[in-house]
């Protein structure tokens, strides 16, 4: 599989989802609600790029945004349009193409949802189509991993089993690539996947921003919105409001 394109299979996938089904939906409902109380603003249009499974658009639709979703993974599309929520759509669309879903006042691009491309100039082209989708004052919120501590703490090697299944990882970084390989058996068959992180930094989102209308207002470090401490904080977490 190309290093280009393991995430379209790999997203998609039911071990995927297993591994990952500790994600924790009260921490995303309180994060959303603390960036709600904080930007202040009612009744948003609001659009969740890389939305998986649509988690944190509910929360912004239960706040009363009208909120738009997209995912490329088209399993997680489907389990996000069984939600029956008012004032929430969502869509099967590739974050490197232009989005065609009209003007948001905040685009949010949560969860480590960007970085998954082999140069840092597509890394940051979906913040372009952002920029190009808001509208004069929107909102674009970037919520990162942290890589400096990230890096620090790295296990090299950890076995996770859920339901039943063993899933052995290996953790390494490469150049600036923070890449995750995961080995499990599907009836018999040893199965390997690889996840590349690109380790995209404050700088280099400031810059991105910079080139496309964008300023930073503020830059937290975890959920709660506390101060952002480079060698400690959980979360790159980036406000920046269009020109």
Not at 202 to 216: G, S, T, Y
Request: proline residues 2%.
């Amino acid at each position: 599989m190309s290093i280009n394109s393991w995430f379209r299979d790999w997203f998609d996938s039911e071990d995927y989802h297993r591994l990952y089904s500790h994600r924790n939906h009260e921490e995303a409902q309180i994060f959303i609600q603390n960036l709600h109380n904080h930007i202040a603003q009612p009744n948003m249009r609001v659009l969740d790029m890389a939305c998986g499974k649509g988690r944190h658009a509910q929360h912004f639709a239960h706040l009363g945004h009208n909120t738009v979703g997209f995912d490329l993974s088209k399993n997680s599309i489907d389990h996000a349009n069984k939600r029956d929520t008012k004032h929430l759509e969502f869509h099967v669309h590739d974050m490197r193409e232009p989005f065609p879903f009209g003007r948001f006042d905040l685009i949010a691009s949560l969860f480590t949802s960007l970085g998954y491309f082999s140069s840092i100039e597509e890394n940051v082209l979906p913040l372009k189509h952002a920029s190009d989708s808001l509208v004069k004052g929107g909102f674009l919120v970037i919520d990162f991993i942290n890589v400096f501590p990230a890096v620090a703490k790295m296990k090299a090697e950890e076995i996770i089993e859920k339901e039943g299944v063993r899933y052995h990882i290996e953790r390494s970084l490469q150049d600036r690539v923070l890449v995750k390989k995961i080995r499990y058996k599907r009836n018999d068959t040893w199965q390997e996947h690889k996840e590349r992180v690109f380790g995209l930094v404050r700088e280099d989102f400031l810059k991105c921003f910079k080139d496309n209308d964008l300023v930073c207002k503020e830059v937290f470090g975890d959920y709660a919105l506390n101060y952002f401490d480079k060698q400690r904080s959980p979360r790159l977490i980036m406000i920046a409001q269009k020109n």
